[in-house]
């Protein structure tokens, strides 16, 4: 009798290391009486600036790396948050989940470009400029771009950096190689191969440029979200059912994590995405606590 795959990946985890990072407590500096709402995304700039992307007041908000303030954008057209990344030049992008469109701002907050039916309902898995409940975004060095897309639809499509269709990978909803069940972010490696946080599948499948399936890790959790950080070659996910962060290596293999679920400063509840500034330092945005954490690496 095969072993449950379920069984696998908690024996994994448990027997993998645990992360030696360290909470930096009360990172975000907030106004007296402002708060975040639901922290659905994070970003970092070419500069270590953090971008919080959330469902409150001032939606998008800019932080310098030890935590101070720098921009609220009180006014910007955000239905409601999910996915936020900065491209190669320095514009913020938006993923509005429940106005089913891709928002590209300038730094200072100018909207630039708008990709999707925003007032005019969902595409479904053939539109090639309209969404339904998109999820993640991840730029190639080029500029060109991924959208991951996502609660209702099934696919990641790829567009070029004017905001042209390009190509899509999946498209049918199922538990099949190239399928998906949420696809709920994506990223891309230094060598351009594609990573598709396939959610309620709990695996990341792994496609070349061209969407051909390379392999598919099933044993790393439910990924929510997915940083992948250059610098050592590692991928980290946002393992949101088991509230923990888990580093993979190239190969599938963990090779640590950290996290529990918990209200106190440290743990999370449903962590929902992450981002990695140039000194390895971790963002992690959560649902449910409101909040993005924070954490360095112990010498």
């Keep these: 009798m095969k072993p449950c795959l379920g069984?696998?990946?908690?024996?994994?985890?448990?027997?993998?290391?645990?992360?030696?990072?360290k909470l930096v407590a009360d990172w975000a500096k907030l106004p007296t009486g402002?708060?975040?709402?639901?922290?659905?995304?994070?970003?970092?700039?070419?500069?270590?600036?953090v971008w919080v992307f959330h469902r409150g007041q001032s939606p998008i908000?800019?932080?310098?790396?030890?935590?101070?303030?720098?921009?609220?954008?009180?006014?910007?057209?955000i239905k409601s948050s999910h996915g936020i990344k900065i491209d190669p030049d320095g514009n913020v992008?938006?993923?509005?989940?429940?106005?089913?469109?891709?928002?590209?701002?300038?730094?200072?907050?100018r909207l630039l470009m708008q990709i999707g039916n925003a007032g005019g309902g969902p595409g479904n898995n053939s539109s090639k400029d309209a969404f339904n409940k998109p999820t993640g975004i991840a730029f190639f060095p080029n500029g060109d771009?991924?959208?991951?897309?996502?609660?209702?639809?099934?696919?990641?499509?790829?567009?070029?950096?004017?905001?042209?269709?390009?190509?899509?990978?999946?498209?049918?909803?199922?538990?099949?190689?190239?399928?998906?069940?949420?696809?709920?972010?994506?990223?891309?490696?230094?060598?351009?191969?594609?990573?598709?946080?396939?959610?309620?599948?709990?695996?990341?499948?792994?496609?070349?440029?061209?969407?051909?399936?390379?392999d598919t890790w099933d044993k790393v959790g439910s990924p929510w979200g997915l940083a992948y950080s250059a610098k050592d070659g590692m991928m980290y996910i946002c393992d949101g059912y088991n509230n923990r962060i888990v580093k993979v290596n190239r190969e599938g293999q963990i090779v640590g994590s950290y996290g529990q679920y918990g209200k106190v400063p440290g743990r999370f509840d449903l962590i929902h995405h992450m981002a990695i500034d140039s000194q390895g330092a971790l963002y992690v945005a959560e649902i449910k606590n409101w909040r993005v954490q924070k954490f360095s690496w112990q010498n």
């Design 145 to 214: 771009f991924l959208v991951s897309d996502g609660y209702e639809n099934s696919r990641v499509v790829k567009f070029n950096k004017d905001g042209e269709y390009v190509m899509q990978i999946g498209g049918v909803r199922g538990k099949a190689p190239g399928e998906f069940d949420s696809v709920h972010d994506v990223a891309i490696d230094e060598k351009g191969r594609i990573y598709a946080a396939d959610r309620e599948n709990r695996r990341v499948q792994i496609f070349d440029g061209a969407g051909k399936l390379l």
């Design 61 to 77: 908000l800019k932080f310098d790396r030890s935590g101070k303030l720098l921009a609220s954008w009180a006014n910007a057209p």
């Design 34 to 49: 402002a708060y975040l709402g639901e922290c659905s995304g994070v970003a970092v700039d070419n500069d270590d600036n």
């Design 93 to 109: 992008w938006t993923v509005d989940v429940a106005a089913h469109s891709v928002k590209k701002f300038s730094p200072d907050g």
């Design 7 to 21: 069984l696998l990946f908690t024996y994994a985890l448990a027997s993998a290391q645990i992360l030696p990072v």
